[in-house]
């Protein structure tokens, strides 16, 4: 037997997941509403796999796949080829995350698979493309740099990383600009293999008609064995209460305070209490919301748990007048307190919350072209496979209050913390 | 008495099961049935956009309008917001220059619950003025932080060149900060009953409760709404007669420049053919500038095409604006004198497809499609037709589109003073001459 196959659960369309015998995950999702087809590869990598030396080396790779390749020799002939398929094509790098898709016509998916399989397996990383490169990298960087929130995200990175380097996928422009061939092969040699990415296609397509010919073309696709992924350390630390106020532009205030969360690679038992929990504190008609927003100084506020393998997070935030920011802070840290009141969770709030989560999940299945390129990437890497995504709303219904109380003590209850004041105020970074 | 007009398809691009119908108050509903799911999408367009507003109003639609959506007599605050706790439903709003858009994510079992929610809060909004100030204060964070953005604020610096004075273009759907921290309640509850009008609004539906169903639900709730409408004046032409360039001084490490130039009317001859040009030249663009000479991570060209008065566009950011804008124009006159190769404009016909059936998954952007066109030619076909015109289209018929509409052009620029010489900006002429 080539492949073996699991039947998966999912609420709009059928799906089905398997795994070659190189390791390739493939998932692969029937929905007939549209003649379309989408093709993701999603691999585990992103700038967590990074060092100060190789800090923003992801994401450059990300870009070469855009580039030639063993079957179109440069960008030109590669965006020729994507205008006759009628190709729409995109690829994101996230700290945790790689992904890039294509969708295109569905009688035209032997051609978008094989096209994928190219990209993927063969880029070339011509030195002369490469250089050309690292110009519009460093556009892409400068662009961000304008960004009102450019100031925050540098000064997080700062407080809650271990190593910087790992928190930044866009990177530095020094490690950028130095980018050649020869590091991209060694990146490509540690991360690109099938052991340690997914196939995902979703669109009009019958699973069982094109699974010999996925196997086939990505069964070609050579085993590596060689990713340190699953044994990278957690990257988030925050060892004492800390304040910090972050300049951003004048009219906007925001207030952030931030704890250590469960990692999805190991605590992964947290994380259902954890969302239910943020679920829960998102209510509008909730104290949380009643407090802060409704009898409070702010205009919006949330609480959530960011389901990371390796910075995971707990974040309580909102949006303020900058004036008010610090007594915003300290009535949010009162609300904080409050929830380990002994009635502040009670069941009929927790079971909206998990209907909540049911919901969304109905919304999010509207588009199976979103499925794979956002919904099944994410869990297939945060959740380390999909039988976390499969189980998610079973697992959801059976978390109690006295649960939530406990994910609070063990996460929240005397935890240090890092605070951020965001005002026009605070302090900018160079 | 309402009555179902049920449409007969004859193009593949244009979807089947739609289904148009009025509500006994005149409200338009054009329905189309997506079975299979249980989400549904409803638009509701308030038709006027930038010409019911003046200089000293611009945003009193999307305030009076944010302002209803916090709570009505029947529903007040807390009660509203305990529906949307329960049914998880979201609605997002748009503002633009020829009308608002309110568009509902929600459940089919929530469907009517929320629709006679949505409805009571535009005829009986409750305005308590804590709560509505509180969302005044959202909106004026939001419309900052945008304002913000150079990469969305070069948008308005070109058409401060482009539309010429006096266009009711340039007023701002969302706003201004100085006007929208201006409105109060008394503004809203009068703006919000001179407006809800039955001839003002357009109805738009794409999920799996069937017309008949949708039909009773949307009489019980927007069947209140009163008779009446406003008559809009035609939208003047963009008073451009000769190149300009308006450029603004930020402390950028990037310059944003934005090109602006005249785009046929919605459903025209030329639309097909002038859309396809622009698809062309975001071709060449990303070929030009960002393949060959790695001037920028962002370059594009497009036009809109659901508008009274329509524009094409060329936007790249790059840390070289003079040398960008020149090789633009360089595309651009390529495209306009016919020198491309047929393979491009095939190409961005098949682009086309593809993306029709990216659009056909989500019911958004499928009420946003048939709101659109019923809004602006009262066809709600139109968006669809127009993509069945881009097949078998010639390098000949495109050019000549391009070149019969774009002459004169308004460019905006967002550069810093101390990096990028200002004084070598010039309004680079689009052919080239």
Known sequence: ?430 | MISLLFTFVLFAAVPENVTEFDLDNGIHVVSRTVTGGEVEGLSFFLVGGSRVLNEDNQGIEAFALEAALTGSDTYPDERWREIMDVTLASWNASYNYDYSRYHLKCLSEDLPLLLDGFADCLLEPELDPVVVGRMQNSQLIALQSDLNDPDNRIWLVANKGFMGAGHPYLLRPDGIPSTLSSFDVDDAREWLSSRIKSGNIVITHAGPTPPEQLAVFLENSFGRIPEGGDVFPEVAEFGIYQDTIVAENDETLSAYVVVKFKAPPVGSEEAAAYSTAMGVVDEMLWQVLRTENALTYAVSGGSTNSYQRNWGYMYISTTEPVLSASLMTGVFSDVVHGNVDQSVVTGVANNNRTIQGINAQSMDTQCWMLGSGYISTGNWRTPYLLQESLEDMTVYEISRALSDWAGTAGWGIIADSAIVDFAEFEPWPLKGE
């Open chain 1, 1 to 430: 037997m080539l492949y073996t196959l699991i039947f998966m659960l999912s609420m709009n369309f059928p799906v089905v997941e398997s795994e070659l015998p190189n390791g390739l995950d493939v998932i692969i999702g029937e929905d007939h509403s549209s003649p379309v087809v989408t093709v993701c590869v999603v691999v585990n990598t992103g700038g967590t796999c990074e060092s100060p030396e190789s800090n923003g080396l992801a994401h450059f790779y990300e870009h070469m796949f855009f580039k030639g390749n063993s079957a179109l020799p440069d960008q030109t002939a590669y965006n020729s080829r994507m205008r006759e398929l009628g190709m729409i094509r995109n690829g994101t790098t996230g700290n945790e995350v790689v992904r890039y898709y294509l969708t295109v016509s569905s009688d035209l998916f032997d051609e978008g698979l094989e096209f994928m399989y190219d990209a993927i397996t063969g880029p070339l990383f011509d030195p002369e493309e490469i250089v050309n490169e690292r110009s519009v990298i460093m556009n892409e960087y400068e662009r961000k740099t304008n960004h009102p929130f450019w100031n925050f995200w540098r000064m997080q990175e700062e407080v809650l990383s271990i190593d910087k380097c790992r928190s930044s996928s866009i990177g530095v422009p020094e490690v950028i600009m130095a980018a050649d061939q020869e590091i991209m092969m060694e990146f490509q040699h540690e991360y690109y293999t099938p052991d340690n990415s997914a196939l995902i296609i979703t669109g009009d397509i019958e699973a069982e008609t094109i699974m010999p010919a996925v196997s086939e073309m990505f069964g070609q696709w050579e085993f590596g064995g060689r990713s340190n992924y699953a044994d990278l350390e957690l990257n988030i630390s925050i060892p004492r209460d800390t304040t910090v106020y972050v300049g951003c532009p004048e009219g906007l205030g925001m207030v952030r305070i931030v704890f250590v969360g469960p990692s999805m690679a190991n605590q992964q038992e947290w994380s259902y209490s954890a969302d239910v929990w943020g679920q829960y504190m998102g209510r509008m008609t909730g104290e949380f919301h009643e407090n802060l927003v409704a009898n409070g100084p702010f205009l919006d506020v949330y609480a959530s748990y960011y389901s990371q393998r390796f910075e995971p997070s707990i974040t309580f935030g909102g949006t303020i007048d900058p004036e008010l920011a610090e007594e915003g802070v300290e009535m949010m840290r009162e609300e904080i307190e409050r929830m380990f009141e002994e009635d502040y969770f009670n069941e009929p709030g927790i079971e909206m919350a998990s209907e909540q989560l049911r919901r969304s999940r109905l919304f999010n299945e509207e588009s199976s072209r979103d499925m794979a390129t956002e919904t099944f990437p994410f869990w297939w890497v945060e959740g380390g496979g999909l039988d976390y995504y499969n189980n998610y709303l079973e697992n959801l219904s059976l978390v109690t209050s006295a649960e939530i109380t406990e994910f609070l003590d063990r996460w929240i209850k005397d935890q240090p913390s890092a605070v951020f004041i965001i005002t026009p105020e605070g302090e900018w970074v160079e």
